[in-house]
């Protein structure tokens, strides 16, 4: 299994950005595979959402939810083993705590869908502020 850590969350009023990163270590990683990864969030007493996606081999497709499309991109670097959401623009709405999710697989699109992924991290929380 592949272990992820999430970092870079804070408060941060509206507007502003963060950069969050989830670095892919364990066993179960290997750079020289390609994975699917992505970002979900949850908000206490709400169902955990997808943010975006991006596939890591070929063509690196990405997929990113209406709510954050324009404001939030997902990138990952395969030499730093590490996933990055750049979220520009902050709403309050984006309040919530932030997961990135792995699994190894085959392309050419990474699904939003939360079953189809079986690596998990902690989470790193985001906060913002008017």
């Known amino acids: 299994q592949i272990q992820l850590t999430e970092s870079g969350g804070g408060s941060v009023q509206t507007g502003g950005s963060l950069r969050l990163s989830c670095l892919a270590s364990?066993?179960?990683?290997?750079?020289?595979?390609?994975?699917?990864m992505a970002w979900f969030r949850q908000v206490p007493g709400k169902k955990r959402e997808g943010v975006a996606t991006?596939?890591?081999?070929?063509?690196?497709?990405?997929y990113h939810v209406h709510s954050v499309k324009g404001r939030f991109i997902i990138s990952q670097d395969n030499a730093k083993n590490t996933l990055f959401l750049q979220m520009n623009n902050l709403e309050s709405d984006d309040t919530a705590r932030y997961y990135c999710?792995?699994?190894?697989?085959?392309?050419?699109?990474?699904?939003?869908?939360?079953?189809?992924?079986?690596?998990w991290g902690q989470g790193t929380q985001v906060t913002v502020s008017s």
């Open positions: 999710a792995a699994t190894l697989c085959f392309g050419p699109i990474a699904p939003i869908n939360e079953a189809f992924y079986d690596s």
């Open positions: 364990g066993v179960g990683y290997r750079p020289d595979m390609s994975y699917c």
């Open positions: 991006i596939y890591t081999g070929g063509n690196r497709d990405t």
